[in-house]
T-cell receptor, first 113, second 119 residues
Framework: DAKTTQPTSMDCAEGRAANLPCNHS???????VYWYRQIHSQGPQYIIH???NNETNEMASLIITEDRKSSTLILPHATLRDTAVYYC??????????????FGSGTRLLVRP | DTEVTQTPKHLVMGMTNKKSLKCEQH?????MYWYKQKAKKPPELMFV???????INESVPSRFSPECPNSSLLNLHLHALQPEDSALYLC??????????????????FGSGTRLTVV
C-alpha cells in the first residue's frame, strides 16, 4: 500500500483558502487519492477523491501533480466548522472485491476567527 | 437514507461482561467495516465484510467477534475486554467493487461511532 505524508498541523484564517498538502511518492498507477476529514468526536467524512485529473466538488478542490507523487486539498473559503483532522489516503485493493482504507496520521487544521 | 447508524453511542462495560455493538445501513452497500480509534490517533481497520462474508481480519484478538447477519447489519460482539480496549469504535460501509477500472468512487460512509469504556 502506498503511504502518505502530511504535516502534523496547520492553521488558516477564517474566510481564506486552506491548502493542505500530501505526499504519496510510492503511489501506483491504479491507486486513487482520497481525502477524508474528522471533526472532533464524529466519524470521518468523505471529502473528495481523484486519480490523476484535478477534481472539484461543493466541499473542496483536489489538485494532483502530473507525476501523481503529491496532491493538495483546497478549501476555498475556510470556516470555523472546517476545523478538523484531514486525512489523505491512497486507496488499496483488497481480496474478495473489498478494499481497505488505511488512515495515516493526518493534518490537524485549525481555522482561526 | 444516506447514513450509517451505530448503537449504542456510549457503552461502559466490565471486563467480565459480554456486550454487542450494532451498525446499520440502508444504502445497499455490500461492504462493511469496523474500525477502532484511540484518542488522538487515526482510525485503525479491524474487520472487513464483503457480501456478508468476512474478507479481512487485521489480526484482531478473539475477544472481538464480528457478525454480519444480513446486508444491512453489522455487529461486533465483545467479551472479556481489557481496559486498553477502551476506544471509539467506528462502523463504515461502501459499495463493494473490484477496485480496478471505473472511477473507483467507492467512498466510505462512516457512522458516528460507539465510545466504549472498559472498567
Amino acid at each position: 500500500d502506498a503511504k502518505t505524508t502530511q504535516p502534523t498541523s496547520m492553521d488558516c484564517a477564517e474566510g481564506r483558502a486552506a491548502n493542505l498538502p500530501c505526499n504519496h511518492s510510492t503511489i501506483s498507477g491504479n491507486e486513487y487519492v482520497y481525502w477524508y476529514r474528522q471533526i472532533h468526536s464524529q466519524g470521518p467524512q468523505y471529502i473528495i477523491h481523484g486519480l490523476k485529473n484535478n477534481e472539484t466538488n461543493e466541499m473542496a478542490s483536489l489538485i494532483i501533480t502530473e507525476d501523481r507523487k503529491s496532491s493538495t486539498l483546497i478549501l476555498p473559503h475556510a470556516t470555523l466548522r472546517d476545523t478538523a483532522v484531514y486525512y489523505c489516503i491512497v486507496r488499496s485493493h483488497g481480496m474478495d472485491s473489498s478494499y481497505k482504507l488505511i488512515f495515516g496520521s493526518g493534518t490537524r487544521l485549525l481555522v482561526r476567527p | 437514507d444516506t447514513e450509517v447508524t451505530q448503537t449504542p453511542k456510549h457503552l461502559v462495560m466490565g471486563m467480565t461482561n459480554k456486550k454487542s455493538l450494532k451498525c446499520e445501513q440502508h444504502m445497499g452497500h455490500r461492504a462493511m467495516y469496523w474500525y477502532k480509534q484511540k484518542a488522538k490517533k487515526p482510525p485503525e481497520l479491524m474487520f472487513v465484510y464483503s457480501y456478508e462474508k468476512l474478507s479481512i481480519n487485521e489480526s484482531v484478538p478473539s475477544r472481538f467477534s464480528p457478525e454480519c447477519p444480513n446486508s444491512s447489519l453489522l455487529n461486533l460482539h465483545l467479551h472479556a475486554l481489557q481496559p486498553e480496549d477502551s476506544a471509539l469504535y467506528l462502523c463504515a460501509s461502501s459499495q463493494a467493487g473490484s477496485g480496478t477500472g471505473g472511477r473507483g468512487g467507492y467512498g466510505y460512509t462512516f457512522g458516528s461511532g460507539t465510545r466504549l469504556t472498559v472498567v
